[in-house]
């Protein structure tokens, strides 16, 4: 079975990418989905057991000046969950009652050097935010970066053409760096940062017809960087085995 950054590069190559959009996002969140059963199996009791349900775009405390919209999360069943013959897998989609892991995916298509400022920004406020509520809950962080040299933005006017990404290797490289800098907290809770950081490297244009592939080689990370993205599956399956495992 294919794994999340394998799938979103095919997903990219067919459905392209616009950055108004939560259609990619929710992509990535399915996929990501789909490799945390897979491979983590105290994650997987805990599904089939009905002790856990998932959401998307879930809006966390939207009544508080804190409420923050989360890609992914999961959590025990605030209500009872669907019956097991109408899902599409083995976690039951629902509200959860309470946040056990929380997942803030994030892109960086283009405009690089700005765009890795807010990512990082973005993700650092977003665990320190869920764990002042609650600090058991699981935070991770996972980052699309585009490593094309040059990319078609949908909203640029027809007669601009593609953005040219200069040194586009390097940029890529020093947001690796960038992101792997992020605090990072454990399998107990108690520290703060990032309980799981993934980094994810595509090439691609956003050009109607272009492959997009997913590029492993650096300044990717590599599988056993920390950042790589098993090791986002990893950090992710071992904090939640920790804390929620039974």
């Given at each position: ?224 960087a920390p950042s790589s993205y ?17």
């Open positions: 079975m294919a794994s999340a950054d394998v799938e979103i590069a095919k997903y990219l190559t067919k459905h392209g990418y616009h950055p108004r959009s939560s259609r990619h996002g929710d992509a990535i969140c399915e996929f990501l989905l789909s490799d945390l059963l897979a491979s983590c199996e105290s994650l997987r009791q805990a599904a089939v057991r009905d002790r856990i349900v998932y959401d998307t775009n879930f809006t966390v405390d939207p009544t508080s000046v804190d409420s923050w919209n989360a890609d992914l999360v999961m959590g025990p069943p605030a209500h009872a969950p669907e019956p097991k013959a109408k899902r599409s897998g083995p976690m039951a989609k629902g509200e959860p009652d309470e946040i056990w892991l929380a997942i803030d995916a994030k892109t960086i298509m283009t405009e690089h050097g700005k765009a890795r400022r807010n990512r990082q920004r973005d993700l650092n406020a977003f665990q320190d935010m869920l764990h002042r509520k609650n600090a058991k809950t699981i935070v991770g962080g996972l980052l699309l970066v585009n490593i094309a040299e040059r990319f078609l933005t949908p909203l640029a006017r027809k007669a601009v053409g593609a953005t040219e990404h200069k040194n586009i290797k390097r940029l890529v490289a020093e947001t690796v760096s960038m992101m792997e800098a992020l605090g990072r907290s454990g399998p107990n809770p108690g520290v703060p940062g990032l309980e799981a950081l993934g980094i994810i490297v595509v090439s691609h244009t956003n050009v109607p017809g272009e492959q997009t592939s997913l590029v492993v080689d650096p300044p990717a990370p590599n599988a056993n098993s090791s986002f599956l990893r950090d992710t399956c071992l904090a939640f085995s920790a804390r929620f495992g039974s």
